[in-house]
C-alpha cells in the first residue's frame, strides 16, 4: 500500500470520527461539522510524541507516527502503526460529553459508517454486517476483497457509568501481502498492545482492549 493512500485514508478516517456520523461540509475539506451543522473547527493535525499520547503500546516500534486535533468538543488522535493501520483515538474536552452509558456498546453498530471511505471502496471492500466479529471491546470485521484484505475495528471504553474514550482504525493490504487471516491476526496482536488511562488516573495506561489471548 502507498504511503500516500495511507495519509488520504487517515485523513478521512479522522473526519469520520469527529461526529455520529461527521461529515465535512462546505467549500473547506479540513473543516469538520457535523451533521446538524455545528462547526467543530478545523482538522489541524499536529505530530506529537509519545509522552503527548493518549495512547501507549507496550512495543513502542507499533508506531510510527503520532498526530493530534484539538477541537471544540473534542481531542482526537491519530496513530499509523507499524503495518500502516490508523488507531484513530477520540475523548471529549469536557467530563460532561460522552459516548453514553456504560451498559450498552455501540462498537458494531458503528462501524457501518467508518466503512465508508473511497479508501476502502478503491479496495473493493462491501460491508456485510453478518460478518461482525469480536475481540473483547473490539468489533472488527475482516474481508477478503479484489485488491487483497481489509481490516476495520471500533471499541469504546468507559469509567463503568460513562463510555469516556472511542478507538477505531482501518488497513488494507494488497493480495502479495498476505491473507486476510494473517492480517486479522497482526492486527488482533497490534491491538492487545494498546493501553489506555484509567479514567481517575491519567499516568496510569493499564486499560487494554480486553482482547483475549487465543485471539492474538
Not at 158 to 184: F, M, P
Amino acid at each position: 500500500m502507498s504511503s500516500s493512500v495511507a495519509v488520504w485514508s487517515f485523513t478521512a478516517l479522522v473526519l469520520l470520527s469527529l461526529a455520529a456520523p461527521a461529515t465535512a461540509q462546505g467549500s473547506d475539506p479540513q473543516r469538520v461539522r457535523t451533521q446538524s451543522g455545528q462547526d467543530l473547527g478545523p482538522l489541524n493535525l499536529q505530530d506529537i510524541t509519545e509522552a503527548e499520547s493518549g495512547v501507549r503500546f507496550t512495543n513502542a516500534d507499533d508506531v510510527s507516527r503520532r498526530q493530534q486535533a484539538i477541537l471544540s468538543d473534542r481531542r482526537v488522535e491519530g496513530l499509523t502503526l507499524r503495518n500502516e493501520a490508523t488507531l484513530i483515538y477520540t475523548k471529549p474536552v469536557s467530563r460532561s460529553s460522552t459516548f453514553g452509558p456504560a451498559n450498552y456498546d455501540p462498537a458494531a453498530s458503528t462501524l457501518k459508517s467508518q466503512a465508508r471511505t473511497k479508501y476502502l471502496d478503491y479496495y473493493g471492500f462491501v460491508f456485510d454486517e453478518r460478518a461482525i466479529k469480536r475481540a473483547g471491546r473490539v468489533a472488527y470485521e475482516i474481508q477478503k476483497t479484489k485488491l487483497g484484505a481489509c481490516f476495520i475495528y471500533g471499541a469504546f471504553l468507559g469509567d463503568g457509568i460513562n463510555l469516556t474514550q472511542e478507538i477505531h482504525g482501518t488497513v488494507c493490504h494488497r493480495g502479495g501481502d498476505g491473507t486476510a487471516e494473517a492480517l486479522e491476526r497482526e492486527m488482533l496482536s497490534l491491538l492487545s498492545h494498546a493501553r489506555f488511562a484509567q479514567p481517575l488516573n491519567g499516568s496510569d495506561f493499564s486499560v487494554t482492549l480486553e482482547i483475549p489471548a487465543a485471539q492474538q
